[in-house]
């Protein structure tokens, strides 16, 4: 059982749909992120929301569309997008210290299937 | 030059032998490190965090930081046909939310 939650876990869509990525996180933390993971490729930050505020946005095409509405919630808003965007999308969530930047806890992560 | 890099392996190591997995980094501002294990289908998991140089020891891993040659490593004893995954190698600059990952290196423990 992880502490931050991933729905769903497979998702299979065609380029004009619309879907969304769900994520939860139980720790307490106070930052979150989402990460694409695809093959051969380093994880790839998408977006951080620390205290519900963006705080980083890695160029990511306005295809994917992210929402915080609190602590706990983070989504991922997905239209139109392409068989390129096939990958695993990981939601991970960590606890901004005044020292420094925590540990990063990830979810089990949505497996995304473009077709 | 990449910010984090990393050998992809694979690594082939016999059971109950010290894997020994190493990465490189390219900020000096980067202030966390970090080491997390992926099985395969399955999201990464946190092994090993270390903020200061020298050792840090957690059952069998061990993670090594010098700051000064950008060098991080992790060390595994008595290695377990269990710990065959890949193991990505993480870095935090200082004063942001960024983590940056390695390709990850692909370890073998043959029994």
């Known amino acids: 059982e992880t502490g931050v939650t991933q729905t769903p876990r497979h998702l299979v869509m065609g380029m004009t749909n619309k879907k969304s990525l769900k994520c939860e996180q139980h720790l307490g933390h106070n930052a979150m992120y989402w990460y694409k993971q695809s093959a051969k490729k380093p994880l790839e930050l998408m977006f951080v929301y620390s205290l519900e505020e963006r705080v980083e946005n890695n160029s990511v095409p306005s295809r994917f569309s992210p929402e915080c509405p609190n602590s706990s919630h983070l989504f991922l808003h997905l239209h139109t997008l392409q068989p390129e965007d096939s990958a695993l999308y990981l939601c991970?969530?960590?606890?901004?210290?005044?020292?420094?930047?925590?540990?990063?806890?990830f979810g089990e992560g949505s497996r995304l299937t473009v077709l | 030059q990449k910010e984090v890099e990393q050998n992809s392996g694979p690594l082939s190591v016999p059971e109950g032998a010290i894997a020994s997995l190493n990465c490189t980094y390219s900020d000096r501002g980067s202030q966390s490190f970090f080491w997390y294990r992926q099985y395969s289908g399955k999201s990464p998991e946190l092994i090993m965090s270390i903020y200061s140089n020298g050792d840090k020891e957690d059952g069998r891993f061990t993670a090594q930081l010098n700051k000064a040659s950008q060098y991080v490593s992790l060390l595994i004893r008595d290695s377990q046909p269990s710990d065959s995954a890949t193991y990505l190698c993480a870095v935090n600059k200082r004063g942001t939310y960024k983590y940056i990952f390695g390709t990850g290196t692909r370890l073998k423990v043959l029994a």
């Open positions: 991970a969530s960590s606890q901004a210290l005044r020292s420094h930047t925590g540990e990063l806890f």
